[in-house]
Each structure stands twice: as C-alpha cells, then as structure tokens.
C-alpha cells in the first residue's frame, strides 16, 4: 500500500432528528407564558393623566388592590369628569357596594390589606376625589393609595 493514498469512505447519511420531546418542550413553554402574561381585566372608558411626584412608594400585595378611576370620557365636556368602577361608569354612591364586592371576592388574608388606589387625572377637582374618600371610609376601605409617575 502506498503512503499518502487515502480510500474514501462511503457517505453516511444525516441521522433523523428525534422529535419525541418536542410536545413537552411546547407545553412546557406555553405553561410558562400562561403563568406570566397579566391580561387586562378593565376595559378603560376614562382617560386620565396620571400626576407627578417625588415621594413614591410601590404597591405591595397587588391581588389586595382595587382600582377606583376618575377621568374624561371622550365627546364629554371639557369640564367634566366620571368615575369607573370595574368597567362601567359609576356614581360615587356605587363605591360602597362596590368595595364590599370587591372585598367578597378576596382571600381571607387579603381582606385586611383591601386596598384602594385611586387613579385620577391631574386635573380633577379635589371635591370629586374628597367625595369618593368619604364614600371609601363609610365602606370601611381605610388604605387609599394615589397613582402617580416620579418627576
């Protein structure tokens, strides 16, 4: 045999690609996003603009949050401002049939830490959000939180 002279070999095939844990790998993502992705609850039908400010602090327990907004609806007066509870509009004598539904549908540990957050335009009249803190207390949702975004 002479140096230098190499046979060739016969050409191997590519193996298949073993697809059997492909279906788990799939439900193994999709159970990820299932258990991630938030989906809006609320439909907003107020427009608000959220006011500035420099002491903020993040909410903590947010499945013991509910969510009161105060804002413009749109082809309203200027000067006009509604409250929405859930997705419906809402009158401020609503409020406490609403905290007592909200707080029914709570865990046992998250009623005593209910909290409410008020997210009102910054151009809203301060009778309307005192209207709706008095509302707030006569239903005995003591912890009122205001949304607002850092300077």
Avoid: C, W
Avoid at 43 to 54: A, F, I, K, N, S
Avoid at 68 to 94: C, E, H, M, W
Avoid at 103 to 128: C, L, N, W, Y
């Amino acid at each position: 045999m002479k140096r230098g002279v190499f046979r060739r070999r016969r050409s191997r095939e590519l193996p298949e690609l073993n697809t059997a844990s492909l279906p788990d790998l799939i439900f193994t993502v999709l159970f990820f996003f299932m258990i991630v992705t938030h989906m809006r609850d609320v439909d907003l039908q107020v427009r608000y603009e959220v006011p500035q400010g420099t002491e903020l602090q993040k909410l903590t327990h947010k499945s013991a949050v509910t969510y009161v907004y105060i804002g413009r609806v749109k082809d309203a007066p200027v000067d006009s401002f509604y409250i929405q509870l859930n997705n419906s509009l809402a009158t401020v004598d609503d409020i406490k049939a609403y905290v007592e539904s909200e707080r029914s549908k709570m865990s046992s540990e998250d009623q005593p830490r209910m909290t409410v957050s008020i997210k009102a335009d910054r151009d809203v009249p301060f009778g309307i959000i005192s209207d709706v803190k008095k509302a707030l207390q006569q239903s005995f949702a003591l912890k009122v939180n205001y949304s607002a975004t850092e300077k």
